[in-house]
């Protein structure tokens, strides 16, 4: 099992879904967490006291990640509650499928962009100014920006400018030995649009057609935030892991 002990991660985005999988993730393999959100308070605090519960620190901080000065404010605030960063996860996202590439509207791209595209770069950048040395960034990003998919041209594509950087910033400190990767899974249950459960016929309909029968679960992720987050995966950078059980997307 992967060892966190000592380590501080911050995830954004971890009052539910993803985030929150991967949050009670870490705090189980040892690390302290800052728990980031920008909606529902009850639901950061749910995250927090779980936290608590496995035996780890945990503090919720209040931020939106479409505006820098909120960003800027999320790692200083984190810093001076534990004096450190080693693990960052740029999770925060919100979802438009189902529309077509002729049917979404400015707002519809303003919105996205803002969160997806915007507040995941720059969430990524702070991080790399802020890291420890060995650090590890990870993006939390989509089985779509592999595989596009009719009714997901603008998520796709406000997922797809930050998997790009996770190249380029790999490279540029890697020196460092801090590793930069992304995550992409794909339909997952209790994520996204599917936070609340999946309705049953899209559950079926996507189980019919993964090769191993299913959606992706909770714990499929975060296996692989926890995997890159580790020592096995410290010669592992820039690369995307896509979590699909084999489907194409």
């Known amino acids: 099992m992967t060892n966190l002990k000592g380590k501080v991660a911050l995830i954004t985005g971890s009052g539910r879904g993803l985030g929150k999988a991967i949050a009670e993730r ?25 936290i608590e519960e496995i035996g780890a620190r945990a503090v919720a901080i209040k931020a939106d990640v479409s505006k820098q000065r909120e960003i800027d404010r999320l790692f200083d605030m984190a810093l001076e509650y534990y004096g450190r960063l080693d693990i960052v996860v740029a999770n925060a996202g919100i979802e438009l499928v ?33 890291i420890s040395d060995g ?34 910033l790999a490279k540029e400190i890697g020196v460092r030995g801090v590793t930069v990767n992304s995550i992409l899974p ?16 899209v559950k079926n309909f996507i189980s019919s057609s993964n090769p191993m029968g299913r959606m992706g679960s909770l714990d499929d992720t975060a296996n692989a935030a926890e995997y890159l987050a580790g020592e096995l995966a410290s010669y592992i950078s820039g690369q995307h892991l896509l979590i699909s059980g084999g489907a194409p997307a």
Request: aromatic share 10%.
């Open 26 to 50: 870490y705090a189980q393999l040892g690390a302290d967490i800052v728990v980031n959100y920008a909606g529902s308070e009850k639901a950061a605090m749910d995250t927090v006291k779980r």
């Open 98 to 130: 189902g529309r077509s590439a002729t049917a979404f509207d400015e707002d519809d791209f303003d919105r996205l962009f803002a969160v997806n595209t915007k507040g995941a770069i720059l969430t990524m950048q702070r991080a790399a100014r802020d």
């Open 135 to 168: 650090g590890r960034i990870i993006y939390v990003g989509s089985s779509t920006t592999a595989f596009p998919m009719p009714g997901h041209a603008l998520y796709g594509s406000s997922k797809m400018a930050p998997r790009f950087f996770v190249e380029v």
């Open 186 to 201: 794909t339909a997952t249950e209790g994520a996204g649009v599917s936070t609340n459960g999946a309705r049953e016929e």
